[in-house]
């Protein structure tokens, strides 16, 4: 499980436009969109599933590295921030 952290967004990756839509309450105007992305290396694990994968390491050192990496990886990463003006 160690090693660097990846960089996929910058070095690589696919970036694509994600459509959306947004009805505004009657006599209101929007004047901007704000977006901000995030990313983690992997997907929060179920508990059972942690826990089952965690009972199979050897010793309690293991176990606790595993652990660290499982919250390391998990963790939300800044990607980037937009603002659009819609006037």
């Known amino acids: ?3 660097p952290i990846p960089d ?4 690589g990756g696919n970036t694509r436009k994600v459509p959306f839509a ?3 309450p009657n006599g209101t ?3 901007s ?13 179920e508990p ?7 009972a199979s390491l050897q010793t309690e050192s293991e176990r606790e590295e595993a652990k660290k990496i ?5 963790q939300r990463h800044f990607l980037t921030y937009r603002v659009k003006s819609l006037s």
């Open 33 to 45: 969109v704000e977006v901000m992305l995030t990313y983690a290396l992997i997907p929060m694990p």
């Open 8 to 11: 996929p967004f910058i070095k």
């Open 48 to 54: 059972g599933l942690q826990d089952k994968y965690l």
């Open 70 to 74: 499982i919250q390391e990886y998990t």
């Open 22 to 24: 947004l009805t505004l």
């Open 29 to 31: 105007v929007a004047a």
């Open 1 to 3: 499980l160690r090693g």
